[in-house]
């Protein structure tokens, strides 16, 4: 079993940034994908960026050249550095990792962090 808190979100102007945390505890020594999805107001989930346990990345084209995504094994927490944040970035930022897959999405899901862009 895996657990994942996340941290960071907050309200931001326009054009600021923000960086997320997930830290995975549990069984952490089988997490291999980890990842952001986001969900806003009538919207369906969607990712934003996933990165697997050797690197491997994959960041959607909306937030490709502004957010960024990272991992530190060692810590088994992942990042999403969120830069140049758009109104429509307002979200539900969802972790998500699997212990198994390098796809996403995984088995596992946190509780979700709001970021809030004002314009």
């Known amino acids: 079993q895996v657990q994942l808190v996340e941290s960071g979100g907050g309200l931001v102007q326009a054009g600021g940034s923000l960086t997320l945390s997930c830290a995975a505890s549990?069984?952490?020594?089988?997490?291999?994908?980890m990842g952001w999805y986001r969900q806003a107001p009538g919207k369906e989930r969607e990712l934003v960026a996933g990165?697997?346990?050797?690197?491997?990345?994959n960041v959607a084209d909306s937030v490709k050249g502004r957010f960024t995504i990272s991992r530190d094994n060692a810590k088994n927490t992942v990042y999403l550095q969120m830069n140049s944040l758009k109104p429509e970035d307002t979200a539900a930022y969802y972790c998500?990792?699997?212990?198994?897959?390098?796809?996403?999405?995984?088995?596992?899901w946190g509780q979700g962090t709001q970021v809030t862009v004002s314009s």
């Open positions: 998500n990792a699997d212990p198994i897959s390098r796809r996403l999405p995984g088995r596992y």
């Open positions: 549990g069984s952490t020594f089988s997490v291999n994908a």
């Open positions: 990165i697997t346990r050797g690197g491997t990345t």
